[in-house]
T-cell receptor, first 111, second 115 residues
């Protein structure tokens, strides 16, 4: 079982719609969860972090965490063409300090 | 702050040659990470340092790979001898702690092509 799994996509949504990105992880002791955005040819940049069960909102972005289900999600409201990128879910395991990434979901927002 | 600085941005080398990638972390960050990204395997952690000391190198693919951090502001990742399958983008990242809310900051990466 892969440590962090994401649907590779591509996920295509129209401009203005809500984009929903999902991630599951295998280490039940994981404590910290992150979403990174990576534009083509660029480095990953942190957009959200979440540590407790529930929702965390930052502008158009909402991260959701359910530790019982080992599930993390990212919602992007009012999606814009500039949101088109690969979104990487990353988890710090409970037994080490290593940030493990999923392979990412490619999101395309169509004008 | 200038962020995490990596050099070179691009490297093309012939199989069998030695390759050295360089990284300057953000000042004050005492964790440094080397990642490799390929289409097939995604982002993989190779090795990380805490206060210049290697903590976990279990991701280093084989003995051809080595990494050093002689001081708090400089790290190198060396591949000797290089092989075509080493072609990838190598990222360096730094953090002031493993659980910090702002996560890790990545450098711009080095795109390595081994021909």
């Amino acid at each position: 079982q892969k440590e962090v799994e994401q649907n590779s996509g591509p996920l295509s949504v129209p401009e203005g719609a809500i984009a929903s990105l999902n991630c599951t992880y295998s280490d039940r002791g994981s404590q910290s969860f992150f979403w990174y955005r990576q534009y083509s040819g660029k480095s990953p940049e942190l957009i959200m972090s979440i540590y407790s069960n529930g929702d965390k909102e930052d502008g158009r972005f909402t991260a959701q965490l359910n530790k019982a289900s080992q599930y993390v999600s990212l919602l992007i409201r009012d999606s814009q063409p500039s949101d088109s990128a690969t979104y990487l879910c990353a988890v710090i395991g409970g037994s080490n300090y290593k940030l493990t990434f999923g392979k990412g979901t490619l999101l395309t927002v169509n004008p | 702050d200038a962020g995490v600085i990596q050099s070179p941005r691009h490297e093309v080398t012939e199989m069998g040659q030695e390759v050295t990638l360089r990284c300057k972390p953000i000042s004050g960050h005492d964790y440094l990470f080397w990642y490799r990204q390929t289409m097939m395997r995604g982002l993989e952690l190779l090795i990380y340092f805490n206060n210049n000391v290697p903590i976990d190198d279990s991701g280093m693919p084989e003995d051809r790979f080595s990494a050093k951090m002689p001081n708090a502001s400089f790290s190198t990742l060396k591949i000797q001898p290089s092989e075509p399958r080493d072609s990838a983008v190598y990222f360096c990242a730094s953090s002031s702690g493993p659980f910090m809310s702002y996560g890790y900051t990545f450098g711009s990466g080095t795109r390595l092509t081994v021909v």
